[in-house]
């Protein structure tokens, strides 16, 4: 399927050029350089100019197949992204039969020659590598694996224990002076490389002061930079500041990291800082804030700054999340952004696995939107020139609510934001009402039982295109009578005290309509009794796990039995809620990741007596976004 999407494409582009479409700006920009990536102050620079990016993250070239390497790369090029981070560490058992340190101090050429090609194939095709020398966590033999080999104890003896450092010293020696068997050329000397990482994801759990990992990394990257003075070096972390008496676990240093200063160091050239909402129970909102956090504090250390991991689950809303995010990268001037994450095919050019719910493959909306993106910051690197003006926006749709409109419409490529324009006549005039970066656009405070007529027109810096095709919608009042669609809930665990929330949902119509499950998103409030980081899973669905979405975020709201809420939405392609049915049960859970307790006995939406499905009003429904069924906690 994949294949022929890709042939689709090129016959499309093809056409495109026939008939004289405007098409992205193919000018090659400064990644393709076989220059050195620097620094200047809070930039990146290649060939003496200013170098900004968009690109993504892989972990299986260094064991996969050069076929299913090459299929991404290609992507990578489709996608006009310059700079892909991969994993150079294998420690302990093969996998695929490739292995890069089986033992300490034996280099194994099954997983090293794989290494070799990855860096020769982006050399290729005009992407920059981002290469991290040891795992945080236990895939591919992280740190625990170096502290078993040396019975060091714990995890964070990897920082201290002497053989250890030495170890891993004598690891990063070996792969800075390997000679690539296709290139000839050590990796040290090779510009296809643009940054070593001292580690993914370090933590230090055992020192809350930061110390640990600051002097461990001051002492790491002042010995890269003494073996290779071409490349850049960063920590690999993700971004958790260390402000004391802070309780947020995020701020307050709960996780042994000091991003502050860390990016501060004198042989760190650059900070990078992850973004994962639903594995640390925020909201895609809550993310905004922390992307401009790390921006401006970057640019006041002078340092640039990369959002080098993110990704959101949540598929329904996903691209209008990436959208808000990846609009306060280029908006604050952040360096680079590098999504979690690009796959592509397998040998048998099935799809690679969706294994943690952020495969973004393409071509897919989201890779268009990515693609969009990566044009906008190309466009700010030396050499990439400005693009051609945006063409007008396609599918514009409108969707009344009570005192507002809801709109959406198809990505442009090369738009770096969009105008809403709004009319009390369909033959105008049309005013301006709003601009945004993403592809939805909520017009509120309207006078209901009115028509609104809308248009939207795209912009970059070249210049704003046409006004799109008009869509119009009438606000109204929800029905304050019995409401066609409902939720049923059902108590899904006996004990009101234990490790899992089990609320077990299906939403029901009793209308004469069949209602899109796509409009529908459902929330489930209650008490989180803390702040450790939560987890959604389902265990079944009538529609299909694989058609639900489930997001869990802080309510905002002043109720102590309602400080957090589930909220679960649907993919497109679900399907309806026919007339006179129901969507049948879903059976979801929520753990924290730490598996502690919650007490669930006053939490809003909570009913033990629902041993059956019944009609729920404190589990609430909202349509398009607007409350259709329930009611919310204060």
Known sequence: MKQQLKRLMIFSLALAMVCGWTTADTKASAADSDAFVTTSGSKFQLD????????????????????MVDDVFADMVAMNLKVIRIWGFHNGQPQDNAVLQPTPGVYDES???????????????????????????????????????????????????????????????????????????????????????????????????????????????TYVKSLDT???????????????????????????????????????DYGTFHLYPDHWNRTAEWGTQWIIDHIEDGNAAQKPVVLEEFGYQNQATR??????????????????????????????????????????????????????????????????????????????????????????WQAVSGATSYNIKRAASSTGPFATVGTTSSTTYVNTGLVNGTTYYYTVSAVNSAGESGNSLQASATPALPNTGTSELKVQYKNGDSAALDNQLKPQLRIVNSGTTAVPLHELTIRYWYSADGTQPQTFDCDYATVGCSNLSGSIATSGKTSANADSYLEISFGTGTGNVTAGGHTGEMQTRIHKNDWSNYMETNDYSYNAANTAFADASRVTLYRSGVLVWGEEPS
């Open 48 to 67: 003496g100019e200013d170098f900004y990016f968009a690109g993504t993250n892989n972990y299986y070239f260094h064991y996969k197949s050069q076929k």
């Open 111 to 221: 997983g090293f020659t794989k290494l070799d090609y990855a860096i020769y194939k982006a050399g290729q095709s005009g992407v920059k590598l981002v290469i991290p020398f040891v795992n945080n966590w236990d895939d591919f033999g992280g740190m625990n694996q170096y502290v078993a080999w040396f019975n060091a104890g714990s995890h964070d003896a990897f920082y201290t224990n002497a053989s250890i450092k030495q170890a891993y010293k004598n690891y990063v020696n070996y792969m800075l002076n390997r000679v690539n068997t296709y290139t000839g050329v050590k990796y040290k000397d090779d510009p296809a490389i643009m940054a070593w990482e001292l580690a993914n994801e370090p933590r230090a759990q055992s020192d809350t002061t930061g110390n640990k990992l600051v002097n461990w990394a001051d002492e790491m990257s």
């Open 230 to 268: 071409n490349h850049l070096v960063a920590v690999g972390d993700e971004g958790f500041y260390n402000i004391p008496g802070h309780s947020d676990w995020m701020y307050g240093g709960g996780e042994g990291v000091d991003w502050e200063r860390l990016i501060t160091l004198p042989n760190i």
């Open 319 to 408: 691209n209008q999340v990436y959208a808000a995010w990846l609009g306060a990268v280029e908006q604050y001037g952040g360096a680079g952004s590098q999504f979690w994450i690009l796959t592509g095919i397998q040998d048998d050019d099935t799809l690679y696995p969706d294994y943690d719910g952020f495969r973004v493959v393409y071509p897919s909306a989201t890779a268009t939107l990515l693609t969009n993106h990566a044009n906008v910051m190309n466009a700010k690197s030396g050499g990439g020139g400005t693009g051609p003006t945006p063409t007008a926006p396609q599918g514009v749709t409108a969707t009344a609510g009570n005192g507002q409109t809801a709109l959406s």
